[in-house]
């Protein structure tokens, strides 16, 4: 609750610096196979997320730049969210992670395609 | 090789469980172990399946495609979950990562884990998500 308060207080632009933050944390915890630790990091991608979506013009489109991040988690993330706003971009870069193999951000990006292509994961 | 090398060092709970209780000599032997299967290319179902059974082997993990937790134990009985038609030897630090995919959220799976997801899943459905993983990570062609 605390969290969500101050992601509703924060500009677009410290919520995609969260973004990234929440991101680059999720690679280390998945670095190490913390799950619990990753999970709590999810939680928080997810307010981050809904907070940049409930903004006038839904501002997601905001982490269009995070596509060309070097770190392959946050493209992943980034991509992921973007989907519903800029679905080509977004696809394109879930391509580049799949094809670059590395795991298990690779498996992923394959798995989000499918999703989207059979239709059991609808961006929204 | 860089994912060998990148998995290879890790220290978390997970991987305590499998080196933390080796001694200092057991801890390399483990660790080259789990560098060589590492490097494993994928192998057909029947190849995985095929020393489920025998001793078993350093480097690799025996892994139940349907979960083997209380509720599927429950659910499926045993025997189907401990059969040879639903386990695997895979590398270890495959294993670990598989593991760990099942126990983290997910967007495809409603923001659920996986495991969460499939928790009233039936018996193919969980079949099919395991061995869908197991094609993803490499694991199996």
Redesign the interface.
């Known amino acids: 609750m605390m969290a969500q308060a101050q992601n509703h207080a924060a500009s677009v632009q410290e919520l995609v610096e969260r973004f990234l933050s929440v991101s680059l944390a999720q690679y280390d915890a ?6 619990r630790k ?2 709590r990091l ?2 928080r991608m ?1 307010d981050i997320r809904n907070e940049l979506k409930r903004r006038e013009a839904d501002q997601r489109r905001a982490l269009l730049p995070l596509l060309d991040h070097p770190n392959i988690q946050v493209r992943l993330k980034a991509a ?1 969210t973007l989907l519903a706003v800029a679905p080509d971009l977004a696809r394109k870069a879930l391509e580049r992670v799949r094809d670059s ?4 951000q ?3 990006a ?3 395609l499918e ?1 989207v292509d059979n239709g ?2 609808v961006p929204s | 090789m ?2 060998v090398a ?1 998995n290879a060092v ?6 305590d469980a499998f080196f933390g209780s080796l001694d200092q000599v057991g801890k390399i032997n483990a660790l080259t172990d789990a560098i060589k299967s590492g490097n494993d290319p994928a192998k057909t179902l029947e190849e995985l399946r095929e020393p489920i059974g025998s001793d078993s082997q350093g480097g690799y993990h025996d892994h139940h495609i349907v979960g083997q937790h209380p509720e599927n134990r429950a659910r499926f009985g045993d025997s189907r979950i401990d059969s040879r038609e639903n386990q695997v030897r895979i590398p270890v630090l495959k294993h ?2 598989i593991s ?2 099942y ?6 799976f409603g ?1 659920l ?1 996986p495991r969460d997801y499939l928790r009233d899943k039936d018996r193919d459905e969980q079949m099919r998500v395991g061995l ?2 197991l094609r ?3 694991v199996l062609r």
């Open positions: 998945l670095y190490v196979v913390d799950t990753y999970n999810f939680t997810v992921i193999g590395i795991l298990p690779s498996a992923d394959e798995d989000m999703a059991s994961y | 860089q994912w990148r890790r220290r978390a709970p997970a991987v670990i990562d760990a995919w126990s983290t959220g997910n967007e495809k923001y884990s869908d993983r993803k990570s490499k």
